[in-house]
T-cell receptor, first 112, second 114 residues
């Protein structure tokens, strides 16, 4: 089935050690999003790609970067994770002109 | 920034009971979406409401969009343990520049006890 796949499901990293989360999609959607969801909080948009165009939210820390090498893949890089970055990271896609978001299962990040 | 408030934030009920959760904003939305999220999983879209006053039904779930398109409600009839999860509403201002920027509410965590 067409879907949004996130790897890994669980990621443990050390304070300050760079970490990369990955997302792939078989939907051929134009737009890919990264959300951060902390416990008991709403998902918060970090940034999104519209095709190759990168759009950063104003309040997304510089510590967070993203890459989209092709339509199917998108990566979230956290350069120096802090304890406050422990969260569920959700990747989502949408097709141009449509409002429905398709989410992956998320990556639960722990920072030790 | 468009804010969405959901109430209640937590709800624990017995199997077979009815419940309603609310999603309110001072902003007008082009559409409003409801998602259900289970622990350790991503949100899954349940429904999108677009027209003011619109009512949509999904089995035992009834979704309503306010006439002014600022609020929405989700009513579950005869809740079952499988309904347990986090219910998120998300407001969309519309597709701008080719993409969708939704604002999520904090969610209602529902527990249905057998």
């Amino acid at each position: 089935d067409a879907m949004v796949i996130q790897n890994p499901r669980y990621q443990v990293t050390q304070f300050g050690k760079p970490v990369t989360l990955s997302c792939s999609q078989t939907l051929n959607h134009n737009v890919m999003y990264w959300y951060q969801q902390k416990s008991s909080q709403a998902p918060k948009l970090l940034f999104h790609y519209y095709d190759k165009d990168f759009n950063n939210e104003a309040d997304t820390p510089d510590n967070f970067q993203s890459r989209r090498p092709n339509t199917s893949f998108c990566f979230l890089d956290i350069r120096s994770p802090g304890l406050g970055d422990a969260a569920m990271y959700l990747c989502a896609t949408s097709n141009k002109g449509y409002e429905k978001l398709f989410f992956g299962s998320g990556t639960q990040l722990s920072v030790l | 920034t468009q804010l969405l408030e959901q109430s209640p934030q937590f709800l624990s009920i017995q199997e077979g009971e009815n419940l309603t959760v609310y999603c309110n904003s001072s902003s007008v939305f082009s559409s409003l979406q409801w998602y259900r999220q289970e622990p350790g999983e991503g949100p899954v879209l349940l429904v999108t409401v677009v027209t003011g006053g619109e009512v949509k039904k999904l089995k035992r779930l009834t979704f309503q969009f306010g006439d002014a398109r600022k609020d929405s409600s989700l009513h579950i009839t005869a809740a079952q343990p499988g309904d347990t999860g986090l219910y998120l509403c998300a407001g969309a201002p519309g597709v701008i520049g080719g993409y969708q920027k939704v604002t999520f509410g904090i969610g209602t965590k529902l527990q249905v006890i057998p």
